[in-house]
């Protein structure tokens, strides 16, 4: 059963100087339902549009998005987004900002009170509901971040380095509670990041995009974001084949990476 | 030359308490910045300091109070005042024939605002008899000595020396009593020691500024009591930016939300930003009048580029992902417009909402000086007209301190409205 196809997507941008950048050339991709998709490739592979064209912030120029029996055309409820930082509403408190979705579609606080109230206690922030967003922690408002978009009850959530500003004690915590309620929601997510391991240890399924233009490169079906729920993250790298597949992709990025370079210089 | 003077007091006076505070007043909270140890070249360390802000604003009052023989200051501290009281000089004058005759002038000086009284003294004997002159301190007078003396200047007569020292009147010459030149008709100029103080005339005695403007909050000037006069000129800056306000914010929003808006407004708004609201007064007077509705379009005028300007910052200013977000949460552009953009352009508002009182205030006192029948800067035109230096004085520190105070009330509302400004 899917119920989000990408369908040859190509996207392409014309510069002013009559040149143009092939962004992502026919990305095709299948997701169902509950699966969790971590995306990794190097700066410029497209992957950042990529999940714009999937929310539904950029039109591609070829392909279409599917989800559900229709095509995307614009933002909706139904995918909802988790940025990097800078995207909580300073001016609401912390619960506010949680029931942003559902107040936003006219309900009222007997409607979405205890919903929002339970995610608060499962992102840890029962007791900061009242706080200003710009009294919390970078850790914090990521948390912020992810209630208010569970609080909307999106079919897909996008994810674009949603812990990339976090230090790494805790990033490693945050990446705990991405399990948690990925298991627990049973929601289809799909997860931007640069960081090799995050990328292994969340993704159930694992791609690897390469550049110029943006396009899939490799494939992985990975066992350890189901060893990861609820466990300790530190024991599940220990795990059989976690250094083997983090040693790999780091080769095939390290790759891409030489020939951009590479290539750069030839040009000069 | 007192120029030169009150400078060299100020600036000793800066680097003596500096030097004072530095070697009697030690810091005692060793907060962290006090714990620094590199502190020139690290802005966050430079606090203002508080002894400086009151020895300086002190200084001004001593300043003050000391060239101008204020009774707030004690005396020993007055710059030497002019020569009041009881004085006298003689004179040597030479008729044709060679005779000379000494004769005493009395001079009488009367203090600032003392009337000059004529008195007689008794005259003396020779051709040159004494004279009695009243006259005003810091002032010159021409003394018309030869009046009663027996040969006069039109029969010859001249001065050729004064208190014995002989002179041709070609350049002036001191007396203990005074200086001394001859005019072209040969009459005596005298003036006695000015002093180091001001005149009244050019600057009053604070305690004089301070009796002045309870006069004028009782009795009123100008058919207008004080409190009247800076309640119009605030009347006028309040409907001005209020009206700056309610139009320019929704077209600066228009100019970020909308390309045509955009491309519509922005040849007009570059163009009048530059154009000082003063440069329209002229033009505002033309068309309105010099009543109330020139002024508060004038003052509306200056409110609203700065406003829109503001607006459009405040629209451009927001993160896209927080717009981004509320797409994704289900916001509609109406709701994306309320819950986002409109809170999150309220700093930007706020510090446009400050420069436009700012400019405002400006404004209505300048649009007052070039006409006006109530207002503060009406208030002061007139009275430089007649010279009633102690209103003047008055009128620019109320003005400032009223100026000074909407600043700080803009400021409190911004802390209190946008507590989140620069925090994100």
Not at chain 1, 78 to 103: H, I, K
């Amino acid at each position: 059963m899917s119920t989000l196809s990408i369908e040859n997507i190509s996207m392409r941008f014309d510069l002013p100087n009559g040149t143009h950048v092939q962004a992502l050339k026919d990305v095709s991709l299948e997701l169902n339902t509950g699966e969790l998709l971590s995306v990794l490739g190097p700066s410029g592979c497209g992957k950042t549009t990529l999940l714009n064209i999937v929310a539904g912030f950029l039109a591609p120029t070829e392909g279409q998005i599917i989800l559900n029996g229709h095509t995307v055309t614009g933002p909706d409820a139904e995918r909802g987004m988790v940025f990097q930082q800078g995207a909580l509403f300073e001016w609401m408190d912390v619960r506010e900002n949680v029931s942003f979705g559902p107040r936003m579609k006219g309900q009222n606080e007997a409607q979405w009170g205890a919903h929002v109230d339970h995610l608060l206690d499962v992102t840890g922030l029962g007791d900061f509901k009242d706080k200003a967003i710009y009294e919390l922690s970078g850790g914090m408002q990521q948390r912020v971040a992810l209630a208010r978009c569970l609080a909307n009850d999106p079919d897909v959530i996008l994810m674009d380095e949603p812990l990339g500003a976090l230090d790494a004690l805790t990033r490693e915590k945050m990446q705990g509670l991405v399990l948690k309620l990925w298991k627990e929601t049973g929601k289809t997510i799909i997860l931007i990041t640069h960081s090799v391991e995050e990328a292994i240890l969340l993704g159930e399924r694992l791609l690897v995009m390469a550049p110029r233009p943006g396009r899939i490169h490799k494939e992985y079906n990975l066992p350890f974001a189901d060893m990861g729920v609820g466990a300790d993250l530190r024991e599940v790298k220990q795990a059989e084949g976690y250094a083997e597949t983090r040693e790999e992709i780091l080769e095939m990025i390290w790759d891409m990476e030489e020939e951009i370079m590479g290539r750069s210089e030839d040009t000069k | 030359m007192i120029g030169l003077l009150i400078l060299a007091v100020y600036v000793a006076i800066f680097f003596v308490s500096f030097l004072v505070v530095r070697f009697l007043v030690r810091r005692t909270t060793q907060d962290y910045t006090s714990l620094k140890t590199v502190t020139f070249g690290d802005e966050s360390a430079v606090t203002s300091n508080r002894v400086a802000s009151i020895v300086s604003v002190v200084t001004i009052f001593l300043i003050w109070g000391s060239f101008t023989g204020s009774n707030w200051v004690p005396g020993f501290l007055h710059a030497p005042g002019p020569f009041v009281g009881e004085t006298s000089f003689t004179y040597t004058l030479e008729t044709e024939d060679g005779t000379r005759d000494d004769a005493t002038v009395h001079v009488r000086v009367f203090d600032f605002g003392e009337t000059a009284q004529k008195f007689d003294v008794d005259e003396g004997d020779g051709i040159a008899k004494d004279d009695a002159v009243a006259m005003s301190a810091s002032r010159s007078t021409t003394i018309l000595f030869d009046k009663n003396d027996e040969v006069k200047r039109s029969d010859g007569a001249r001065v050729v020396a004064i208190d014995g020292v002989e002179f041709n009147g070609s350049r002036r010459v001191k007396s203990p009593a005074g200086s001394f030149s001859l005019t072209d008709k040969g009459a005596i100029s005298f003036a006695p020691p000015r002093g180091l103080q001001m005149e009244p005339i050019w600057l009053p005695p604070p305690e004089a500024v301070v009796s002045r403007a309870v006069e004028i909050s009782n009795e009123g000037y100008r058919d207008s009591t004080l409190w009247k006069h800076l309640g119009y000129s605030l009347f006028r800056v309040i409907l001005g930016f209020f009206f700056g306000a309610l139009l320019g914010i929704p077209l600066g929003y228009a100019m970020g939300l909308s390309d045509w808006f955009r491309g519509w407004f922005e040849p007009i708004v570059e163009f009048m930003r530059p154009v000082p609201p003063l440069a329209l007064i002229p033009l505002v007077i033309i068309w309105f009048g010099i009543g109330e509705t020139g002024k508060i379009i004038l003052l509306f005028l200056a409110s609203l580029w700065i406003m829109a300007i503001a607006a459009r910052a405040g629209v451009s200013g927001v993160n896209i992902s927080k717009v981004h977000a509320a797409y994704s949460l289900g916001a509609s552009k109406f709701q994306i417009m309320r819950y986002v953009i409109m809170p999150n352009s309220l700093p930007e508002i706020f510090t446009g909402a400050r420069v436009a009182m700012g400019v405002c205030w400006g404004t209505v006192v300048a649009a007052e000086l070039v006409a006006a029948s109530e207002g503060a800067g009406m208030m002061i035109m007139v009275a430089s007209k007649f010279q009633l230096t102690d209103i003047v004085l008055m009128g620019i520190i109320l003005i400032g301190v009223i100026g000074f105070a909407i600043d700080i009330l803009m400021s409190k509302a911004e802390n209190l409205l946008v507590p989140w400004k620069g925090r994100s």
